[in-house]
T-cell receptor, first 116, second 116 residues
């Protein structure tokens, strides 16, 4: 079975500082990996995804993530935090062999706080 | 496009009552997903449909939960009878299905259910 571990349920950074949200996964096969963002009282929105190919993936709002197979990680980064980045972030994994990879397993989420 | 539409946005009911949550996916999308989000269990996939057919319902917690998709533009999630532990935010999501497993899932705003 697949699983996702997000290290740190809460992360606080200053505006303009580097954002680093950690995600480690467990999968017996090369997975598909996703980062979603959830703003208060809203649904989830896809930030970026890795399926195949280049391991450094760029997403919306200046975020990027790197798939590191040897470390089973898919950490999310952004060089400079903005106040509008304050939200909850979810890492998710899916098995491409099962149900076409549509069955996402989500991590517990990390709440990002941006201080002015 | 209006995005995924869910109704109601908030529902408060008493234990034992029947609850019906509704979802209209994005037009043309072949996949529809129902998720539940709670503080204790995080974001869980309950069931998903492909071309109106239920594909995987292994996440449905009990027989009290049922989901239907009578046509491509409408789905319901029903809880009968409802219990206080069913209190959660229920999300509906849809995805195009054009490229199979790598499609993005688009989430609705959710229905916040409170069972007293």
């Amino acid at each position: 079975a697949q699983s996702v571990t997000q290290l740190g349920s809460h992360v606080s950074v200053s505006e303009g500082a580097l954002v680093l949200l950690r995600c480690n996964y467990s999968s017996s096969v090369p997975p598909y990996l996703f980062w979603y963002v959830q703003y208060p009282n809203q649904g989830l929105q896809l930030l970026l995804k890795y399926t195949t190919g280049a391991t450094l993936v760029k997403g919306i709002n200046g975020f990027e993530a790197e798939f590191k197979k040897s470390e089973t990680s898919f950490h999310l980064t952004k060089p400079s935090a903005h106040m509008s980045d304050a939200a909850e972030y979810f890492c998710a994994v899916s098995d491409p062999r099962l149900f076409g990879g549509n069955k996402l397993v989500f991590g517990a989420g990390t709440i990002l706080r941006v201080k002015s | 496009d209006a995005g995924v539409i869910q109704s109601p946005r908030h529902e408060v009911t008493e234990m034992g009552q029947e609850v019906t949550l509704r979802c209209k996916p994005i037009s043309g999308h072949d996949y529809l997903f129902w998720y539940r989000q709670t503080m204790m269990r995080g974001l869980e996939l309950l069931i998903y449909f492909n071309n109106n057919v239920p594909i995987d319902d292994s996440g449905m917690p009990e027989d009290r939960f049922s989901a239907k998709m009578p046509n491509a533009s409408f789905s319901t999630l029903k809880i009968q009878p409802s219990e206080p532990r069913d209190s959660a935010v229920y999300f509906c999501a849809s995805s195009p299905g054009t490229s199979g497993s790598t499609d993005t899932q688009y989430f609705g705003p959710g229905t916040r259910l409170t069972v007293l």
